[in-house]
T-cell receptor, first 117, second 112 residues
């Protein structure tokens, strides 16, 4: 069964460093998402991406964050200068093309745990 | 704004029914979902319900939606130890790319 994969499973970095979290969405999916979950808190939406551009982003997704689809398979989340409060589990998700009002499941990857020291 | 709330913890015995509750604030929610998260794993969609439905049954899972009270519940019949996990309620609006808004998650512990 196709699945979303994420690498690395755990990333430890120093405050102020740049990190890139990688995701390989399901191959025929066209919508991509990043969510994060700070320990003990809700899963929060960060950004959605379609047709090589950001569709929607949350208040969390400030100028320190960027997303990219550098090739036909990867979808990345970059944090330019990490802060302690960026420590969280980051989930990638993907879904198929959805017409207005219809539903397409978002499939989630296993997550990357980011620890900022 | 959008907000989804759940109780944090539920403990049941194997074979009993579990009921996990969720309340949401945004009446324009189109779809409501239940996701399951096992340790070290991603979020797995269990079931969803469209907002014009009151109930949906899928094997051991029953979802009840009270749109007037903005209350969603998930009932798991004959709960097994393998059902122990965190269960997230989520909603999405009828806009574009269906951003999911999640609740805090309910940790279900099933004891033998």
């Amino acid at each position: 069964e196709p699945e979303v994969t994420q690498t690395p499973s755990h990333q430890v970095t120093q405050m102020g460093q740049e990190v890139i979290l990688r995701c390989v969405p399901i191959s025929n999916h066209l919508y991509f998402y990043w969510y994060r979950q700070i320990l003990g808190q809700k899963v929060e939406f960060l950004v959605s991406f379609y047709n090589n551009e950001i569709s929607e982003k949350s208040e969390i997704f400030d100028d320190q964050f960027s997303v990219e689809r550098p090739d036909g398979s990867n979808f990345t989340l970059k944090i330019r200068s990490t802060k302690l409060e960026d420590s969280a589990m980051y989930f990638c998700a993907s879904s198929e093309l959805s017409s207005s009002g219809s539903y397409n499941e978002q499939f989630f990857g296993p997550g990357t745990r980011l620890t900022v020291l | 704004g959008e907000d989804v709330e759940q109780s944090l913890f539920l403990s049941v015995r194997e074979g009993d029914s579990s009921v996990i509750n969720c309340t949401y604030t945004d009446s324009s929610s189109t779809y409501l979902y239940w996701y399951k998260q096992e340790p070290g794993a991603g979020l797995q969609l269990l079931t969803y319900i469209f907002s014009n439905m009151d109930m949906k049954q899928d094997q051991r899972l029953t979802v009840l939606l009270n749109k007037k009270d903005k209350h969603l519940s998930l009932r798991i019949a004959d709960t097994q130890t393998g059902d122990s996990a965190i269960y997230f309620c989520a909603e999405s609006m009828n806009t574009g790319f269906q951003k999911l808004v999640f609740g805090t998650g309910t940790r279900l512990l099933v004891s033998p």
